[in-house]
């Protein structure tokens, strides 16, 4: 009795680092972005009055992350051997503690930019953990306390003791066995991560966005979408994280010559650089699955020359580092367009979610066809050949993008000033371009919006409109006419099996 203040505190510690080493082995099996001890770590970094801040950078100098996370061990340290001392007469206020531990850690989850489902796995499981071991040990602490007072059941103390103890062992075990795990999983996003802050491509430039290209209205979707915000859509839970030294890209199937690419043999050749707009074929009518940035790779027409497609050849299925694949128009691959394997995307290598090192971009194709991330071979055959991971599952072989347009100002269910309102979004056809772009009030005549500049035929173009409505609830919708003059269809069509069509539509309400 005397000592087992000491042993609850012990079996909250362990509780707590089995806990926490699980999440942190979890989190970097699923290679969540932002791990929740350092999520919180940086959460406190940015609450931190900016003396303190310097204070502890002086202080602590390059250290002053580890000395944070450090301190935040050492701190939770604390708390769980105080949550462990008070679960032995009261089980809930351990819980508590748990929960609102796994509270700050969400707070902290979220308060990152562009947080994803994956990222909460490990704070769900770090919480089990938490509650399942505690649970465990204090069963075992309480026969041994029970026994010790004589009570029931009966049995020899010095056993139920040895084994609490033994369990003790076996914990933290676990939890050391957890820690080892997350390091070696961790080391491989560690090692591409640093390989891509390190990387210097030559010819990749940094964006400078063309004049005229914005319609000036807030609210619209910025012309250039930051790589932070650009849409993510793929099927890894797991993104594969391939150092660029490991990467190679195996060129083979119907050619004449099988190639093999190494990222040094790629990027030692001519850079080609271009804004371009990718969208995705779930993309709903009005939908944000679409994005455009300034990407830098090389040109893939002269590669493909190189290993020279055999007659008769017409696709070229690509394969991923993490066994995604899709079929591209060997076509659209060889023609005057800019399909290049990209290896940097506004500036800077690509992202790691975004394909790092090295993806497909195909101006004019949806991306379940081209774009394909973490690229490492690509075999030119024949469509009648093969069948793709989305053709698998019923949607098309081929994926040209449809004309479609967007409002984003004002938003749906929006309630305006009467009078003068202005109208604002966004029509993409890539590698055709788009002439035109007409907004309809309540069934109305079609009205000629004023389009702003784009580079080229391969990126999305901002539009607006001013309009006169008079109070009352508005219908507006919006279409596009591409450079071969034709005019967006009102037909409503489902993404499945090749890109939704119809027209974006608004429901606003003008107020006196
Ligand atoms: N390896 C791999 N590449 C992929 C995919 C994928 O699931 N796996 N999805 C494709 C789809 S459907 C689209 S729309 C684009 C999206 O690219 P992004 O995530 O960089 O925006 O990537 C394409 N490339
Ligand atoms: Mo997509």
Same mark, same amino acid.
């Given at each position: 009795?005397?000592?087992?203040r000491?042993?609850?505190?012990?079996?909250g510690l362990?509780?707590?680092?089995?806990?926490?080493?699980?999440?942190?082995?979890?989190?970097?099996?699923?290679?969540?972005?932002?791990?929740?001890?350092?999520?919180?770590?940086?959460?406190?970094?940015?609450?931190?009055?900016?003396?303190?801040?310097?204070?502890?950078?002086?202080?602590?100098?390059?250290?002053?992350?580890?000395?944070?996370?450090?301190?935040?061990?050492v701190?939770? $340290? #604390?708390?769980?051997? @105080?949550? %462990? =001392? +008070? !679960?032995?007469?009261?089980?809930?206020? *351990?819980v508590?503690g748990?929960?609102?531990?796994?509270a700050?850690?969400?707070?902290?989850?979220?308060?990152?930019?562009?947080?994803?489902?994956?990222?909460?796995?490990?704070?769900?499981?770090?919480?089990?953990?938490?509650?399942?071991?505690?649970?465990?040990?204090?069963?075992?602490?309480?026969?041994?306390?029970?026994?010790?007072?004589?009570?029931?059941?009966?049995?020899?103390?010095?056993?139920?003791?040895?084994?609490f103890?033994?369990?003790?062992?076996?914990?933290?075990?676990i $939890? #050391?066995?957890?820690? @080892?795990? %997350? =390091? +070696? !999983?961790?080391?491989?996003?560690?090692k *591409?991560?640093?390989?891509?802050?390190?990387?210097?491509?030559?010819?990749?430039?940094?964006?400078a966005?063309?004049?005229?290209v914005?319609v000036?209205?807030?609210?619209?979707a910025?012309?250039?979408?930051?790589?932070?915000?650009?849409?993510?859509?793929?099927?890894a839970?797991?993104?594969?994280?391939?150092?660029?030294?490991?990467?190679e890209?195996?060129?083979?199937?119907?050619?004449?010559?099988?190639?093999?690419?190494?990222?040094?043999?790629?990027?030692?050749?001519?850079?080609?650089?271009?804004?371009?707009? @990718?969208?995705?074929?779930?993309?709903e009518?009005?939908?944000?699955?679409?994005?455009?940035?300034?990407?830098?790779?090389?040109?893939l027409?002269?590669?493909?020359?190189?290993?020279?497609?055999?007659?008769?050849?017409?696709?070229?299925?690509?394969?991923?580092?993490?066994?995604?694949?899709?079929?591209t128009?060997l076509?659209v691959?060889?023609?005057?367009?800019?399909?290049?394997?990209a290896?940097?995307?506004?500036?800077?290598?690509?992202?790691?979610?975004?394909?790092?090192?090295?993806?497909?971009?195909?101006?004019?194709?949806?991306g379940?066809?081209?774009?394909?991330?973490?690229?490492?071979?690509?075999?030119?055959?024949?469509?009648?050949?093969?069948?793709?991971?989305?053709?698998?599952?019923?949607?098309?072989?081929?994926?040209?993008?449809?004309?479609?347009?967007?409002?984003d100002?004002?938003?749906?269910?929006?309630d305006?000033?009467?009078?003068?309102?202005?109208?604002?979004?966004?029509?993409?056809?890539?590698?055709?371009?788009?002439?035109?772009?007409?907004?309809?009030v309540?069934?109305?005549?079609?009205?000629?919006?004023?389009?702003?500049?784009?580079?080229?035929v391969?990126?999305w173009?901002?539009?607006?409109?001013?309009?006169?409505?008079?109070?009352?609830?508005?219908?507006?919708?919006?279409?596009?006419?591409?450079?071969?003059?034709?005019?967006?269809?009102?037909?409503?069509?489902?993404?499945?099996?090749?890109?939704?069509?119809?027209?974006h539509?608004?429901?606003?309400?003008?107020?006196?």
């Amino acid at each position: 009795m005397r000592t087992s203040r000491l042993w609850w505190a012990l079996a909250g510690l362990l509780a707590g680092a089995v806990g926490l080493a699980l999440s942190y082995a979890a989190a970097a099996v699923l290679r969540v972005r932002v791990a929740p001890v350092v999520a919180v770590a940086e959460g406190v970094t940015a609450l931190t009055p900016g003396p303190v801040a310097r204070w502890a950078i002086d202080t602590f100098d390059t250290n002053d992350k580890l000395a944070l996370v450090s301190g935040i061990l050492v701190i939770l $340290a #604390v708390v769980f051997a @105080l949550l %462990g =001392r +008070a !679960a032995r007469q009261r089980w809930w206020l *351990a819980v508590t503690g748990y929960v609102v531990l796994a509270a700050v850690g969400v707070v902290a989850v979220v308060a990152e930019p562009n947080t994803a489902f994956v990222d909460f796995v490990p704070i769900a499981i770090g919480l089990l953990a938490w509650i399942v071991t505690l649970a465990v040990l204090a069963e075992w602490l309480r026969r041994w306390e029970l026994v010790e007072a004589g009570g029931e059941p009966a049995g020899e103390p010095t056993r139920t003791r040895r084994n609490f103890l033994a369990l003790a062992a076996v914990t933290a075990g676990i $939890a #050391v066995a957890g820690g @080892l795990v %997350g =390091r +070696a !999983a961790g080391a491989a996003r560690r090692k *591409a991560e640093q390989s891509r802050r390190l990387l210097r491509i030559e010819g990749v430039t940094a964006p400078a966005v063309p004049k005229g290209v914005t319609v000036g209205v807030e609210g619209v979707a910025p012309w250039q979408t930051p790589s932070s915000d650009f849409y993510l859509i793929d099927t890894a839970f797991i993104k594969p994280t391939i150092a660029p030294a490991d990467w190679e890209l195996r060129i083979h199937g119907m050619v004449e010559r099988e190639l093999r690419l190494s990222y040094d043999d790629l990027v030692s050749r001519e850079v080609t650089e271009d804004w371009i707009t @990718l969208n995705c074929v779930s993309n709903e009518v009005g939908g944000k699955l679409v994005g455009n940035a300034w990407w830098s790779g090389v040109r893939l027409a002269p590669i493909l020359a190189e290993a020279g497609p055999l007659p008769g050849a017409d696709a070229v299925l690509q394969t991923s580092d993490d066994g995604w694949t899709c079929g591209t128009p060997l076509r659209v691959l060889t023609d005057e367009r800019n399909a290049m394997l990209a290896v940097a995307m506004n500036g800077e290598p690509l992202p790691i979610e975004h394909g790092f090192p090295v993806r497909t971009l195909v101006p004019g194709l949806y991306g379940y066809v081209s774009a394909c991330k973490w690229v490492v071979d690509m075999e030119v055959t024949r469509f009648d050949r093969f069948s793709a991971y989305w053709t698998d599952k019923g949607w098309s072989a081929q994926g040209p993008v449809k004309i479609a347009s967007r409002i984003d100002v004002p938003h749906d269910g929006a309630d305006v000033p009467a009078g003068e309102v202005v109208c604002a979004g966004a029509a993409w056809m890539q590698h055709t371009g788009i002439s035109a772009v007409e907004v309809q009030v309540d069934g109305g005549p079609w009205q000629p919006a004023t389009l702003a500049n784009v580079p080229s035929v391969d990126t999305w173009v901002q539009w607006r409109i001013s309009l006169t409505l008079p109070e009352g609830d508005h219908r507006l919708r919006v279409r596009a006419t591409d450079k071969d003059g034709n005019v967006q269809t009102g037909a409503i069509a489902d993404v499945v099996p090749d890109g939704a069509t119809g027209w974006h539509t608004i429901a606003i309400t003008a107020k006196a």
